[in-house]
Nanobody, 124 residues
Framework: QVRLIESGGGLVQAGGSLSLSCAASGRRFSGKTMAWFRQTPGNDRTFVAAHTWDDNLFYDDRVKGRFTISRDYAKNAVILRMNDLKPEDTAVYYC??????????????????WGRGTQVTVSS
């Protein structure tokens, strides 16, 4: 059974930093795209950042320059380093992975595997 398990969420003051980690089990995702999405109550899940199968990095404009996505292939994991956090970054953050390697996509339906999410709360 494939599982993605997020960790590292929590409460932080505006301007602070957090690192989220997503560990995969059941299969390896080397050569596949892994990404982070986030969701607030009543809203759709939206793209945050991705590390693609061919080692390209993509970010939503709202986090560009503040968030950094990276892979730990030894641990079969993807990490999201979040700096200069803002109250509007408050959300449940989800890790995702896709077997698609033909092109990069930010669309949630293209992702085959999802974690259960971790809450990030940024206080003002």
């Amino acid at each position: 059974q494939v599982r993605l398990i997020e960790s590292g969420g929590g409460l932080v003051q505006a301007g602070g930093s957090l690192s989220l980690s997503c560990a995969a089990s059941g299969r390896r995702f080397s050569g596949k795209t892994m990404a982070w999405f986030r969701q607030t109550p009543g809203n759709d899940r939206t793209f945050v950042a991705a590390h693609t199968w061919d080692d390209n990095l993509f970010y939503d404009d709202r986090v560009k320059g503040r968030f950094t996505i990276s892979r730990d292939y030894a641990k079969n994991a993807v990490i999201l380093r979040m700096n200069d956090l803002k109250p509007e970054d408050t959300a449940v953050y989800y890790c995702a992975a896709t077997d698609q390697t033909s092109r990069f996509t930010r669309v949630t339906t293209a992702y085959d595997y999802w974690g259960r999410g971790t809450q990030v709360t940024v206080s003002s």
